[in-house]
């Protein structure tokens, strides 16, 4: 049935892009401190965000993988593994069907994002 497999392709993306979410906030926060969606960009150089964090898409999570120091833990297959579920999180979005291919990329996005993301290690400060 197309809407079971979609409700499950929806709940392995939510528990990505939520614990995605939390790990770059909790991990920001320790080495940035509270201020931190100003702190980071400004120790960076970077320009300021322009929106809140809980509006950033899900590729611009992605992003902030690789533009800060507090990142260093997270695998580059893990990094490249999220990078290729872009599209298939549009599919998702869009209410448009998955293949079964992406169905597993998915999964096994889902198990090694899960195995990454879990916010356990100590951050020592960057600023």
């Known amino acids: 049935m197309q809407t079971e497999y979609m409700k499950e392709a929806y709940g392995l993306f939510f528990e990505i892009e939520t614990g995605l979410s939390q790990y770059i906030e909790q991990t920001m926060e320790k080495a ?19 929106k809140h964090f809980e509006s950033f898409y899900y590729h611009e999570l992605i992003s902030m993988l690789r533009a800060y120091p507090c990142f260093p833990k997270l695998p580059k297959d893990v990094y490249l593994q999220l990078v290729r ?11 448009k069907s998955i293949s079964d291919e992406e ?7 889902h198990k ?3 195995e990454c993301i879990t916010f356990t290690e100590e951050i020592t400060s960057y600023v």
């Not at 940035?32 to 322009?50: C, F, R």
């Not at 579920?85 to 209410?95: D, E, F, L, Q």
């Not at 169905?103 to 996005?109: I, P, Y």
């Open 112 to 114: 090694l994002a899960m």
């Open 103 to 109: 169905m597993a990329r998915l999964q096994v996005t």
């Open 85 to 95: 579920t872009v599209p298939i999180r549009n599919k998702i979005a869009h209410c």
């Open 32 to 50: 940035y401190g509270v201020g931190w969606l100003i702190q980071a960009p400004a120790t960076m150089k970077y320009k300021p965000y322009s």
